[in-house]
C-alpha cells in the first residue's frame, strides 16, 4: 500500500515535525552516515523556519486585528457620513450643485428594468424548507415561481418584497426527497417586468 507524504501540510504540524527530524538525526548520526555538517543545514533550517513562520504568525494575527478596526471604523464613519449628510440635504439651502461639491448626490441609476433579471439563490434547510434570496434593484418584489415533481410546468409560489423567501410547503411524499426548482422576475406596480431569473434547483430533506 502507497504511503502519504511524510511532511506535514500546516506550519505548526511541520515545525513539530522538524524538531523531531533534528533531534533524531542528532541521536542517530553516524549510524546513517549523518555528518557534522547535514546537522548544521538541519539546525539552520529549523531556525529560519521557525523564525519565519512565526512572524508570518504574528503578521496574519495583526492583519486580521487590522481589519476587524478598519471594519468598525469605516461602519461608523459611513453612519456618521450619512447622518450628516441627510442634515444638510434637508437645510433650506441645500440644493444639488452643493450636493455634488460635497459628493453626497449619488450618481443615477441607469438600470433598465425592462431587461434586468433577479439574482436567485437557494438554500435546502431541515423539514424540506428552502430559503429563497433574491435582489430588488429598483422593483417593488419578485414573483417566485416553483416546479415540483410531477408538475407539467412552473406554477406561481408566491410574491415577496424583502429577502429572503421562505417555502415551508412539506414534501409530496412523506419522507422522500424530492427536488425543486425555482425561479423568479421583478415585479413594479403589481406587473411582472423584466427576465426570469436563471432557474434554481434545490433537493430537500425531509
Known amino acids: 500500500m ?13 515545525l513539530v515535525w522538524h524538531d523531531q527530524l533534528k533531534a533524531a538525526a542528532t541521536s542517530i548520526g553516524a549510524t546513517l552516515g549523518i555528518t557534522a555538517a547535514d546537522l548544521t543545514a ?6 529560519e523556519l521557525r523564525t519565519n513562520i512565526n512572524a508570518a504568525s504574528a503578521a496574519t494575527a495583526a492583519a486580521q486585528q487590522a481589519t476587524r478596526e478598519k471594519v468598525t471604523s469605516r461602519r461608523a464613519a459611513e453612519q456618521n457620513a450619512r447622518k450628516f449628510a441627510r442634515r444638510l440635504k434637508e437645510h433650506a439651502n441645500y440644493t444639488p450643485a452643493l450636493g455634488e461639491q460635497l459628493r453626497i448626490e449619488g450618481p443615477e441609476d441607469t438600470t433598465d428594468m425592462s431587461t434586468a433579471r433577479p439574482k436567485l439563490t437557494g438554500i435546502a434547510k431541515p423539514h424540506a424548507v428552502v430559503e429563497l434570496t433574491f435582489n430588488k434593484l429598483k422593483s417593488d418584489g419578485v414573483n ?6 410531477g408538475d407539467a410546468a412552473f406554477v406561481f409560489l408566491a410574491r415577496d418584497t424583502a429577502t429572503p423567501y421562505v417555502d415551508n410547503r412539506a414534501c409530496l411524499v412523506a419522507g422522500k426527497p424530492e427536488t425543486r426548482k425555482y425561479k423568479a422576475i421583478f415585479v413594479i406596480d403589481d ?16
Open 2 to 14: 502507497p504511503k502519504s507524504d511524510f511532511i506535514p501540510r500546516s506550519d505548526a504540524d511541520l
Open 42 to 47: 538541519l539546525g539552520d533550517d529549523n531556525t
Open 144 to 149: 417566485i415561481y416553483s416546479q415540483r415533481e
Open 191 to 206: 406587473a411582472e417586468i423584466g427576465q426570469f431569473s436563471d432557474e434554481v434547483v434545490v433537493t430537500c430533506q425531509p
